[in-house]
Every structure is written in C-alpha cells, then in structure tokens.
C-alpha cells in the first residue's frame, strides 16, 4: 500500500486529469451544440440528446471524483473507466456518413476530447495496478 505522500500526489494528478477531461468535453459539445447541423451526426439524434448526454456523462465523473473522496477507490476507478469511455465516443463523429465537410476546429476538438480520455484510461489502469501491489 502506498503512503500518504504518494496517495495525495496520485489523486492530485487524477484530479488535474479529470479537470482535463471535463474542460475538453465542455469545449467539444459547446462546439458540438453550437454548429449542430455542421458536425457528422446520425439522423436519429437531436441536439438535445447529446446536451442531456454531456450532463449524465459529466455526472459520472463527479461521481467517481466522490467515490474516491469517500475511499471506495474500486467503485471509483470503474467509474472514471466509464466517464473515459463515455468521452470517446467523440470520435463515432467519424463513422457517420455525411455530407459535412469537418473543420479544422472540429477534429481538434474531438481529438483533445479523445487524447485526454486515453490518458485518464491509461492513468487509471496505472494506478490500480500500482495500489493492488
């Protein structure tokens, strides 16, 4: 079991990459939101399903964040995995078939959205692998 220091420093840095996350999934669905009709998006789906999906999603990240504030570590790192997940579904913009052509703007966002998400997956793993030693 890790000490105090090593613990705090990891949840720090959880916390900075959480934040990441949160930041680049607010600047892609207010972008998203925004040029609605621009961005590659199944016929099925309405701008507000995807507002009310940045909320439920968004949710699961402060929940994790709590999960681990409470010490239920297991419980939080399943659900950080989850918010991760959820925050790369960004790139299923580009298994839509359209018209639109996508802008400089739009693939760097989806791709910050991406990338952050990958690091918080590869931070989580990380971590439990370093706390179940």
Known sequence: ???K????????????????????SILHYVHNIMYFEHYPEPDWLAANVVDYFWFIMTFVGLYALLCLAKQRIKHAMWLLHLYAAMNMLSVLHYAVDSDNVM?????????LETVVAIWLIIFVAKTRLATSN
């Open 1 to 3: 079991m890790p000490n």
């Open 103 to 111: 802008t400089t703007a739009m693939h760097v966002l989806i791709w």
């Open 5 to 24: 220091a090593v613990l705090f420093k990891q949840h720090a840095r959880l916390l900075f990459i959480v934040l990441a996350n949160f930041i680049a």
